[in-house]
T-cell receptor, first 114, second 114 residues
C-alpha cells in the first residue's frame, strides 16, 4: 500500500486565485513527480524533483511552480488560476534506485477553474 | 524518444470473458514497461511491470502481460473478466533518463458487461 497523499481531492475556484496543491509521502522517496491528466489523454509530466532543493520542469509546459523544502513534501502552486488550468493533477514518488523502480501515485486533485 | 500506443480507447467484455488490452511501445533503448489501473476518482495503482527478468509477467488481480520484443508489444490479459475489473488501464514506459519518469499511453477504459 502506497503512502502518498494529495489534498484537496477536489477544488473549484475562480479565475485569478492563487492555489496550492499539496502532496506528501511517508516512504522516504527522493524522487517526486507531478503529472497532469486530461480526459482521454495520456498523463504528462509537468514537474519533478530528485530531492530536497531540487526541482525540474517536465515535458509539458506548465505555468505552475513547485518547491521541495522537505523530502516528504512536494507542493504545486498556481499563482493565478485560469480555466485552461482545469485538469486532474497526480503526484507520484519513487526511490532513487534502478529505472524499473515503481512509481507510487496519490489519489489526485481534480481542479476546476471557473 | 519513447512512446506508448494503446489501441482502443474503450473495450467492452462480458463477465467471464477474456480481457485483452493492447499496448505497443517505441523505445530506442531497452524499455521498462508498466501497466497501471485507475478506478474512478482514484490515483493509479501498479498492476505489473516488466524489468527484463522474465517476458511473461504476472500481476495483481489475475492480470498478466507478455513482453514481445519482435512485436514491440506488452499486451495485458486476464482469462476471465470480473465486474470489479471495470476501470481505466494505462500502459507506460520508462527508460534510463535523468528523470526516470513514465511515458504513458492514452489509456483504455474497460467495461465489463454482466
Amino acid at each position: 500500500e502506497a503512502d502518498i497523499y494529495q489534498t484537496p481531492r477536489y477544488l473549484v475556484i475562480g479565475t485569478g486565485k492563487k492555489i496550492t496543491l499539496e502532496c506528501s509521502q511517508t516512504m522516504g522517496h527522493d524522487k517526486m513527480y507531478w503529472y497532469q491528466q486530461d480526459p482521454g489523454m495520456e498523463l504528462h509530466l509537468i514537474h519533478y524533483s530528485y530531492g530536497v532543493n531540487s526541482t525540474e520542469k517536465g515535458d509539458l509546459s506548465s505555468e505552475s511552480t513547485v518547491s521541495r523544502i522537505r523530502t516528504e513534501h512536494f507542493p504545486l502552486t498556481l499563482e493565478s488560476a485560469r480555466p485552461s488550468h482545469t485538469s486532474q493533477y497526480l503526484c507520484a514518488s519513487r526511490s532513487m534506485g534502478l529505472t524499473q523502480e515503481t512509481q507510487y501515485f496519490g489519489p489526485g486533485t481534480r481542479l476546476l477553474v471557473l | 524518444a519513447q512512446s506508448v500506443t494503446q489501441l482502443g480507447s474503450h473495450v467492452s467484455v462480458s463477465e467471464g470473458a477474456l480481457v485483452l488490452l493492447r499496448c505497443n511501445y517505441s523505445s530506442s533503448v531497452p524499455p521498462y514497461l508498466f501497466w497501471y489501473v485507475q478506478y474512478p476518482n482514484q490515483g493509479l495503482q501498479l498492476l505489473l511491470k516488466y524489468t527484463s527478468a522474465a517476458t511473461l509477467v504476472k500481476g495483481i488481480n489475475g492480470f498478466e502481460a507478455e513482453f514481445k520484443k519482435s512485436e514491440t508489444s506488452f499486451h495485458l490479459t486476464k482469462p476471465s473478466a470480473h465486474m470489479s475489473d471495470a476501470a481505466e488501464y494505462f500502459c507506460a514506459v520508462s527508460v534510463e533518463t535523468g528523470a526516470n519518469n513514465l511515458f504513458f499511453g492514452t489509456g483504455t477504459r474497460l467495461t465489463v458487461i454482466p
